[in-house]
């Protein structure tokens, strides 16, 4: 089972994951420019370290510069944060989220048209 991780181990995992799983510090950085947060080096480097520590990334030194590879994929990571969700909020059943989200609108019947033929699809497979 994958640990917690905060919201902006996360904004840097998704830097990771957008460039395909491998980033330098200054690829990192690049992208955290991009936001209207304001980043600290040694903040980015505490979090960096959080999730080497945590088993999410690993790093590799590259002359002066280190290169952050994840280790956890970003569909594994969602699938089980997706899991989680479910069994906290919904007792692990996946129709009473899918029914709140029809009830509240949260999707358009487009959605759920292709929702419709992704399951025929995943069935014929």
């Known amino acids: 089972m994958l640990v917690q991780i905060s ?3 996360l904004e840097l ?3 990771i994951w957008a460039n395909g799983g491998t980033a330098f510090y200054a690829q990192i950085m690049a992208e955290l ?3 209207d947060r304001i980043w600290q080096k040694n903040t980015i480097m505490t979090f960096l370290s959080r999730l080497i520590s945590k088993g999410f990334i690993k790093s590799h030194k590259m002359g002066r510069r280190n290169e952050y590879t994840a280790l956890i994929s ?3 990571y969602q699938a ?3 899991q989680n969700f479910l069994n906290k909020l919904y007792e692990g059943n996946a129709k009473g989220l899918i029914a709140t989200m029809i009830q509240r609108d949260m999707l358009t ?3 759920c048209e292709e929702l419709k033929r992704f399951w025929e699809g ?3 497979e």
């Open 7 to 9: 919201d902006s181990e």
């Open 13 to 15: 995992m998704k830097i």
């Open 33 to 35: 420019e991009k936001t």
């Open 74 to 76: 970003e569909m594994d």
């Open 80 to 82: 089980v944060q997706t």
């Open 109 to 111: 019947p487009d959605d």
């Open 122 to 124: 995943k069935r014929d």
